[in-house]
């Protein structure tokens, strides 16, 4: 089945403790993308891949890193989680970036 | 930055009229204006999507009209179905076209 996956679909962690929240996508899609989903925000754009070793910011990249090491993963990094990225958190992919998959969530909270 | 607006938060129809939702932008550079639906805890899916050298496209039951000269673009469902109670969302592209922008959403609930 084609599918984005995302793991942990929930996470409940402190501020200041490294996490990493894994996508994977099996469709060999060359573009993936990373979002935030907060309310009356609606999704905001965080980081995208162009390709393998290709990455770029979005429009709130600030506290998060990626890699896309290889195709079909791009994990999300949060190297000092802080309250304010409490979020839900999609990631999605594409064979082209106006053709985007969505995965199911996942909801980080961040005490 | 860009910016991506709804007229309405929330819509409510009744089951089998037709629904109309509204989407302002900003990027008159935009190129490529997409509409995803979002239930409740899924992810967005894809609905339909418009070029901008397009003033209309329809798929089933659903149509989008693009508007460039005032910046708009609407969704339009045809006897909405309960199961088209969802959050709608439009989406734009940057520049670049590879960043997007999504609006803040409209929840549409179809009564029975």
């Known amino acids: 089945e084609a599918q984005v996956t995302q793991n942990p679909r929930y996470l409940i962690t402190v501020t200041g403790k490294k996490l990493t929240v894994t996508c994977s996508q099996n469709m060999n899609h060359e573009y993936m993308s990373w979002y935030r989903q907060d309310p009356g925000l609606g999704l905001r754009q965080i980081y995208y891949s162009m390709n393998v070793e290709v990455t770029d910011k979005g429009d709130v990249p600030e506290g998060y890193k990626v890699s896309r090491k290889e195709k079909r993963n791009f994990p999300l990094i949060l190297e000092s989680p802080s309250p304010n990225q409490t979020s839900l958190y999609f990631c999605?992919?594409?064979?082209?970036?106006?053709?985007?998959?969505f995965g199911p969530g996942t909801r980080l909270t961040v005490t | 930055g860009e910016s991506v607006g709804l007229h309405l938060p929330t819509l409510s129809v009744q089951e089998g009229d037709n629904s109309i939702i509204n989407c302002a932008y900003s990027n008159s550079a935009s190129d490529y204006f997409i509409w995803y639906k979002q239930e409740s805890g899924k992810g967005p899916q894809f609905i339909i999507d418009?070029?901008?050298?397009?003033d209309k496209r329809q798929g089933q039951r659903v149509t989008v009209l693009l508007n460039k000269t005032v910046k708009h673009l609407s969704l339009q469902i045809a006897a909405t179905q309960p199961g088209d109670s969802a959050v709608y969302f439009c989406?734009?592209?940057?520049?670049?076209?590879?960043?997007?922008?999504f609006g803040t959403g409209t929840s549409l609930t179809v009564i029975p």
């Open positions: 418009i070029r901008s050298n397009m």
């Open positions: 989406a734009e592209n940057s520049n670049t076209g590879n960043q997007f922008y």
């Open positions: 999605a992919s594409g064979r082209v970036s106006y053709e985007q998959y």
